[in-house]
């Protein structure tokens, strides 16, 4: 089973500031499997990013994935109020699905 | 535009079987390659992938539950369903119905369930 460590736990930044958020995967994951979802307090999640880089349907620019291998990062470029959340990254392979541990953006 | 929401019981006994139902609108739950999963969040905690049936009926699930998951789909209905049995208070979590390819697209509003007695 591949495990996601991501990383910081909580990221505290103002609006306006860059955000970097990193996913590690135990073993390399297929870019194509790569995904970045947010989820705000009593809402499910909202898929991002996909396939690493992609971003979904309706997401603003201000938000990029990028990475490969075992090394994947999600950036906000400029900080919005509503960006203020948990991010998870998840990966797929063999019908089988993970998430990381998360990480929360607070405002600082 | 596709929605899903899951329904069932909020509260749960110990050792009870935890049962689940996900009844998506707006598309056929059998007319597409898709993956249909539960996905479970424990308070304050983060995600965790139950299991998942794909469009043809075969089921896949995470090896840590597997002894205790079972998804079946009734397409008659549009409908899919968990259940989960010899429960915990570790069992305790939103429930969340999603449809899945590699991504999770489409989520349900999740449900609250509680174990206890």
Do not use: H
Request: hydrophobic share 30%; charged share 15%.
């Amino acid at each position: 089973e591949i495990v996601l460590t991501q990383s910081p736990g909580t990221l505290s930044l103002s609006p306006g500031e860059r955000a970097t958020l990193s996913c590690r995967a135990s073993q390399s994951v297929s870019s194509s499997y790569l995904a970045w979802y947010q989820q705000k307090p009593g809402q499910a999640p909202r898929l991002l990013i996909y396939g690493a880089s992609s971003r979904a349907t309706g997401i603003p620019d201000r938000f990029s994935g990028s990475g490969s291998g075992t090394d994947f990062t999600l950036t906000i470029s400029r900080l919005e109020p509503e960006d203020f959340a948990v991010y998870y990254c998840q990966q797929y392979g063999s019908s089988s699905w993970t998430f990381g541990q998360g990480t929360k953006v607070e405002i600082k | 535009q596709l929605q899903l929401q899951e329904s069932g019981p909020g509260l749960v006994k110990p050792s009870e079987t935890l049962s689940l139902t996900c009844t998506v609108s707006g598309g056929s739950i059998s007319s597409s390659s898709y993956y249909w999963g539960w996905i479970r969040q424990p308070p304050g905690k983060g995600l965790e992938w139950i299991g998942s049936i794909y469009y043809s009926g075969s089921t896949y699930y995470n090896p840590s539950l597997k002894s205790r998951v079972t998804i079946s789909v009734d397409t008659s209905k549009n409908q899919f369903s968990l259940k989960l049995s010899s429960v915990t208070a570790a069992d305790t979590a939103v429930y969340y119905c999603a449809r899945m390819e590699s991504v999770l697209d489409y989520w349900g509003q999740g449900t609250l369930v509680t174990v206890s007695s």
